[in-house]
């Protein structure tokens, strides 16, 4: 045992009316009550739909924490479109993610950009879930490890061990995002073991003993429980599933 308390991540992407997303958090209220003892448990919904779940949630005292997709590193001003720090914190955002792929590749996103989200989001005092992955092209060419630690670093660039001590990395290999092929949980491991020993080497053994690395990629009730069986493995960033109640209910609970 490592220790460390899983956490399990949904991420609803760009899906669910405010209306939607009050029936699925009211639903996930009832069917996680038992689940969320053992494992910490967050939803991220659209900025749109933010308020009213955490009406429910904290209403109702319900152990989900709130979370969101995407955050802008300014405290404010003239930044038409985006979102700042505050604006999250005061919703009672907990865990904010950062450096998603499809914020990298389809809104160009930077390793810049996200080490200067990172560090917004710890300032506000919020949990990054730092994302990272590589390409299925990048994979083939045996390059996953230079990708992953690349972006791994270049995202923590400037922080101090204590703060990535608190941190979340979600390692989640670009061709397996809702395509239905998952890494095998032997190749999952494998990375997030590299993650945990470079974050050993850059900030020494503490921090890399208490961050959290989650898997994400086509994460499924049937995959959960052998994923999880990885020892740097500490938890999963669910997308397309945590849509549906059921099958979010059964990953969370897969001990
Ligand atoms: P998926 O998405 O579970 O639909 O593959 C994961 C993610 O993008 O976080």
């Given at each position: 045992m490592s220790g460390r308390r899983p956490l399990i991540s949904g991420?609803?992407?760009?899906?669910?009316t405010h209306l939607d997303a009050i029936n699925l958090v009211q639903k996930l209220s009832y069917s996680l009550a038992d689940a969320t003892r053992r494992v910490d448990v967050s939803v991220h919904p659209p900025f749109t739909a933010l308020r009213s779940v955490q009406t429910i949630l904290d209403v109702d005292d319900v152990p989900i924490a709130l979370g969101a997709q995407n955050v802008h590193w300014?405290?404010?001003?003239?930044?038409?479109?985006e979102i700042s720090p505050a604006m999250l914190a005061k919703l009672n955002v907990r865990y904010v993610i950062v450096g998603h792929s499809e914020r990298r590749q389809?809104?160009?996103?930077?390793d810049e950009d996200v080490n200067k989200k990172v560090k917004a989001v710890l300032a506000a005092g919020m949990v990054p879930i730092l994302c990272v992955g590589e390409t299925l092209g990048e994979r083939e060419e045996g390059r996953t490890a230079e990708k992953v630690l690349g972006q791994l670093r270049a995202g923590l660039s400037g922080l101090d061990s204590a703060a990535i001590a608190g941190m979340v990395v979600a390692y989640e290999p670009i061709w397996a995002i809702g395509t239905g092929r998952t890494a095998t949980p032997d190749d999952a491991q494998a990375v997030c073991a590299a993650v945990r020993r470079a974050i050993a080497a850059d900030a020494g053994e503490a921090a890399a003993a208490s961050v959290r690395i989650q898997y994400g990629g086509s994460v499924k009730a049937g995959n959960i429980a052998e994923l999880m069986s990885?020892?740097?493995?500490?938890?999963a960033l669910v997308g397309?599933?945590?849509?549906?109640p059921e099958e979010f209910t059964a990953i969370v609970s897969y001990r």
């Open positions: 991420n609803w992407k760009m899906n669910l300014q405290a404010g001003g003239a930044y038409t479109g389809l809104f160009g996103e930077t990885g020892s740097d493995i500490d938890g397309g599933a945590s849509l549906d």
